[in-house]
T-cell receptor, first 112, second 114 residues
Framework: AAGVIQSPRHLIKEKRETATLKCYPI?????VYWYQQGPGQDPQFLIS???????DKGSIPDRFSAQQFSDYHSELNMSSLELGDSALYFC???????????FGDGTRLSIL | GENVEQHPSTLSVQEGDSAVIKCTYS??????FPWYKQELGKGPQLIID?????GEKKDQRIAVTLNKTAKHFSLHITETQPEDSAVYFC?????????????FGTGTQLKVEL
């Protein structure tokens, strides 16, 4: 079965640079969620989209923004990167906003 | 906001034994409780979930129980196998028309020994 696709899988950036993470949800899934997972920690909710509109917002820094496009894929844009932004970033998708979330394998972002 | 506590943080069992992981949540409005298994280098994989109108759910060797009054829920794995070794996360959310953001517990590292 098709899963959530995230790209790139690994990304290395320097401080103050920008990064764009992409997420392709499972076909027919209209809801996308972004989570950040630090080393040895649990995933923390960042932001979600339902039918291309932002549906909820968590602990996402103002330096980050995200959107969902007409084909339902989503991008997380990160600017003025800081060392503390080094983490795994997961995207999850669901068939509808009240359905189970299925996660991709994440993007590992390293800030040097 | 919601706060989820998870215990134990590490659990070691012998192959064939049962494993139990417990979570408590703080928001009485939470109505959806999934469990995820995360292997090294992979994303969390949904293994079972339960909604607040159900007290127990079972899927082969895995079962989840929910006590709404006490605000706690548990994962039970029977006849454990080495491939069950992973980090397990519980989560809670309040499903609304707009979304379903998950608040995770801190995870349990399960090791199944031969």
């Amino acid at each position: 079965a098709a899963g959530v696709i995230q790209s790139p899988r690994h990304l290395i950036k320097e401080k103050r640079e920008t990064a764009t993470l992409k997420c392709y949800p499972i076909p027919r899934h209209d809801t996308v969620y972004w989570y950040q997972q630090g080393p040895g920690q649990d995933p923390q909710f960042l932001i979600s989209f339902y039918e291309k509109m932002q549906s909820d917002k968590g602990s996402i820094p103002d330096r980050f923004s995200a959107q969902q496009f007409s084909d339902y894929h989503s991008e997380l844009n990160m600017s003025s990167l800081e060392l503390g932004d080094s983490a795994l970033y997961f995207c999850a998708s669901s068939l509808a906003s009240n359905q189970p979330q299925h996660f991709g394998d994440g993007t590992r972002l390293s800030i040097l | 906001g919601e706060n989820v506590e998870q215990h134990p943080s590490t659990l070691s069992v012998q192959e064939g034994d049962s494993a139990v992981i417990k979570c408590t949540y703080s928001d009485s409005a939470s109505n959806y409780f999934p469990w995820y298994k995360q292997e090294l280098g992979k994303g969390p994989q949904l293994i079972i979930d339960i909604r607040s109108n159900v007290g127990e759910k079972k899927d082969q060797r895995i079962a989840v129980t929910l006590n709404k009054t006490a605000k706690h829920f548990s994962l039970h794995i029977t006849e454990t196998q080495p491939e069950d070794s992973a980090v397990y996360f519980c989560a809670a959310s309040r499903i609304t028309g707009g979304g379903n953001k998950l608040t995770f517990g801190t995870g349990t590292q399960l090791k199944v020994e031969l």
